[in-house]
């Protein structure tokens, strides 16, 4: 399975954007889906995750209420909507998948999936 990631770029603080996942060879509706993101210096952070079997979303305490993790069954597409960033969102995002939801969705080992990363920078 290869996940697709693409929608990172420069943005304002305050400011707006979506991130996408395509994974090949999986539908998203029975692949539990995520993203992580990784700021320089810093360990690989959790930041939203999708259960794919009920739809049920989770948050990291740092993005609620201004990330939302959605996804579209007949793109087949996963997105990150990002609102209000802030110069600490900083970091390279990843996609990541798995073939069965986890309780420790939280950790990047639990993930056998790996996307390439996109850029996400915020400035003033």
């Known amino acids: 399975v290869q996940l697709q990631a693409s929608g990172g770029g420069w943005v304002q603080t305050g400011g707006s954007l979506r991130l996408s996942c395509a994974p090949t060879?999986?539908?998203?509706?029975?692949?539990?889906l995520g993203w992580f993101r990784q700021a320089p210096g810093k360990e690989r952070e959790f930041v939203a995750a999708?259960?794919?079997?009920?739809?049920?979303?989770y948050y990291a305490d740092s993005v609620k209420g201004r990330f939302t993790i959605s996804r579209d069954n007949a793109k087949n597409t996963v997105y990150l909507q990002m609102n209000n960033l802030k110069s600490e969102d900083t970091a390279i995002y990843y996609c990541?998948?798995?073939?069965?939801?986890?309780?420790?969705?939280?950790?990047?080992?639990?993930?056998?999936?790996w996307g390439q990363g996109t850029q996400v920078t915020v400035s003033s």
């Open positions: 060879g999986r539908t998203v509706s029975r692949y539990a």
């Open positions: 999708k259960r794919e079997s009920n739809g049920a979303t």
């Open positions: 990541v998948g798995r073939e069965y939801w986890t309780t420790a969705y939280y950790l990047p080992s639990m993930y056998t999936n």
